[in-house]
């Protein structure tokens, strides 16, 4: 139940002696580890800070993608299909929690394209059509991600577009020109934008 729920309730709470909100507060706070995040960053945190979090994640997705073409071949097989899209989607959720807590669109969008452009790159292979479908799951997945960076992108500003358009255009272009381009299509997604 939430506590709009319950009017007397957070009037009580609004009516306790600061220091026992105090209390209360940190508590809570406590238990949410992305919220203790958030707020590290937002506090205590400045630009310098932004830009150190955002290369050092940049170096770990590298590091990511230097690891799993170390042991998933760049030959069309189901298994090395699913090893990529499971790396993938690690990567994802790194850059994930440094969106919730840093809230930087631009650095989002900086850190998807290099994880999708850097699998076209070294993977080249999986993203071929396969005879019997093994890798459409991988495929499905690219396009939803190249979606969301399409739109991510056109919320930025049209200065700051600018800077990630030539790279988000070679992404388009080899999604189209790979097996990806069904499900582009079927998304709707540009050739180029």
Known sequence: MR??????LKRAILDLPQAEKDKLLVRLIN?????IKQ???QL????GDLDERT??????LQQLIERAAGYIPN????RNADNLMG???YGSGLINEHATVTKDKMSEVRLRLLLVSQSFTRFDQLFEQHLYQRNDRLLNYQAGRMKYILGKYNKLHEDLQFEYRDELNNALAFAHRSGMQPH???LGLPNEV
């Open 184 to 186: 582009m299509a079927a």
């Open 39 to 41: 707020l590290h960053f």
């Open 87 to 89: 790396e993938l989607k």
């Open 3 to 8: 506590l709009n729920q319950q009017p007397e």
């Open 75 to 78: 030959v069309n097989h189901a």
């Open 44 to 47: 205590l945190e400045d630009e």
């Open 55 to 60: 290369a050092a994640l940049f170096d770990k």
């Open 31 to 35: 238990k949410d580890r992305m919220l």
